[in-house]
């Protein structure tokens, strides 16, 4: 069985994506590595099969961004060996999502398209929910259904399966019907 996570993206990046024209492509990598800037996806526990909604949070609303389904993950440093040249050329074009130390590349087929005009609805961010070991729990830092700190976001963190389902049903529901460019 597969599993969902969030991964919080910066605005800064995500203005710089919007900025570079990104919106509306479809997602076909992400990067990993050991720092909490860029964490690393393996050690969240990320397996291929798994899906990564990428989130911002944004004047106290959740954004969802898109979604990866993951196939491969492959260590950085093999990563010009290890891919074929298709998409070793995707992994330069996503050069944007490469920030600080890199260590491992998530690979898969396109996603939904990248957009930043999202919006979690407050009554399912009051929901969204989150699994461990230790069990479920609630985003915390939501106050009459605003986001009023991200700290809650910062990393990578599985979803319970109702709350996976919600993201995709609003990624899949808002996207532009049509061909977005994928890279």
Same mark, same amino acid.
């Given at each position: ?59 106290? +609303? ?109 990624? +899949? ?11």
């Amino acid at each position: 069985m597969s599993n969902s996570y969030t991964t919080l993206w910066t605005n800064d990046l995500c203005r710089e994506l919007e900025r570079s024209g990104y919106a509306g492509r479809r997602l076909t990598m992400l990067f990993g590595g050991p720092h909490q800037s860029l964490p690393s996806f393996q050690r969240a526990g990320v397996q291929p099969g798994d899906h990564i909604y990428p989130v911002r949070a944004h004047r106290t +609303r959740l954004h969802v961004l898109g979604v990866l389904e993951v196939a491969r993950i492959v260590p950085y440093e093999n990563a010009g060996s290890a891919l074929p040249d298709d998409d070793y050329v995707k992994l330069l074009d996503w050069r944007l999502l490469k920030t600080g130390c890199i260590t491992e590349v998530l690979i898969g087929p396109p996603g939904a398209p990248l957009r930043f005009d999202t919006v979690v609805p407050g009554g399912l961010l009051e929901q969204l929910t989150y699994t461990s070991r230790r069990g479920e729990r609630l985003l915390k830092h939501v106050e009459d259904g605003r986001l009023i700190r991200s700290t809650s976001l910062q990393g990578i963190y599985r979803l319970a399966a109702d709350s996976a389902e919600e993201l995709d049903q609003l990624i +899949r529901h808002d996207a532009p019907s049509g061909g977005a460019d994928e890279v």
